[in-house]
């Protein structure tokens, strides 16, 4: 028989943890001494300790690990908990190797030009979305060119879906695709959660996934979102990637009498070359 430090030690476990096994029926002493209330544990208790040590290191719960090693759990559903483990690990380390790449491109921005900006890019996954949508042709990716295209273009946007009693869904949504010469394609989009109508003088349709985007917040005019379009630019290069595409347009905040009071974020697919 060993005791609780004994056993502890053996099972890289505190005794104060064995003492809350024991008040969860998780792990109980083989025996406890009347008189000085010492606990002991057999050594064929050992197996079951290392096997409770395993799956909390897998990263399940007590009540999971006390189901499973009390064999609640069928080979079926054991093996479901596994996969479904491995996914949030996976989706963790995704996520850790993404922050990784932020740390490191602040770090190249900070040692080049000696400060921390203000304007902070985020590189983040963004989700598909739902839109309306008009689209028409502009000359060219400069603003002079997709201002005059674009502003008319949302105002019939927003009279058709309110005329077909579709309820917007989440922001307005600009985004670009590359035509001939030096033209692109502006659409003007608004989140919307209905489905396509066959007949309506809009389309409908989903925005895919951008799986890993970077982004910057630009509050004020969008004559002044060179400088935002710029630090984001900058950003992607220094943290080694590539853009994929236009930048999307969302419009989170829009203030029809002072421009200052407007809030876009700018959405960037980016891959590694």
């Known amino acids: 028989m060993f005791t609780i430090g004994d056993f502890a030690a053996f099972g ?53 690990v006390q189901d499973i090693v009390d064999a609640k759990v069928g080979p079926e559903e054991l093996r479901g908990m596994l996969r479904l483990r491995r996914a949030e690990l996976e989706a963790r380390l995704a996520g850790d190797a993404l922050r990784l790449d932020a740390v490191e491109a602040r770090l190249r921005i900070i040692e080049r030009e000696g400060h921390m900006s203000t304007d902070d890019v985020v590189l983040k996954s963004v989700p598909a979305i739902r839109v309306a949508e008009l689209s028409a042709t502009a000359a060219s990716y400069d603003g002079v060119d997709i ?26 949504v600009a985004y670009y695709e590359k035509a001939e010469g030096d033209a692109l394609v502006v659409h003007a989009a608004v989140t919307v ?57 969302v419009c989170l905040a829009f203030d029809p009498d002072n421009p200052d009071n407007w809030v876009h974020e700018f959405q960037i697919e980016v891959t590694r070359p």
């Open 147 to 172: 201002g005059p295209v674009i502003q008319p273009l949302y105002a019939q946007v927003w009279e058709r879906i309110n005329a077909a009693g579709v309820k917007p869904a989440g922001p307005p």
């Open 193 to 249: 959660d209905a489905a396509e109508q066959g007949g309506a003088d809009y389309q409908v349709l989903d925005l895919p996934e951008l799986p890993t985007a970077a982004t910057i917040v630009h509050q004020g005019s969008m004559d002044q979102a060179d400088e935002s379009m710029q630090l984001l630019a900058r950003w992607i290069d220094d943290g080694g990637y590539r853009s994929v595409g236009y930048a999307r347009e």
């Open 12 to 64: 890289r476990v505190s005794a104060r943890m064995l003492r809350h096994y024991d008040a969860l029926g998780l792990l109980r002493p083989a025996v406890i001494d009347s008189t000085s209330g010492y606990r002991y544990y057999s050594a064929d208790q050992l197996k079951r300790l290392n096997r409770i040590i395993a799956l909390k290191d897998l990263g399940f719960t007590l009540q999971q």
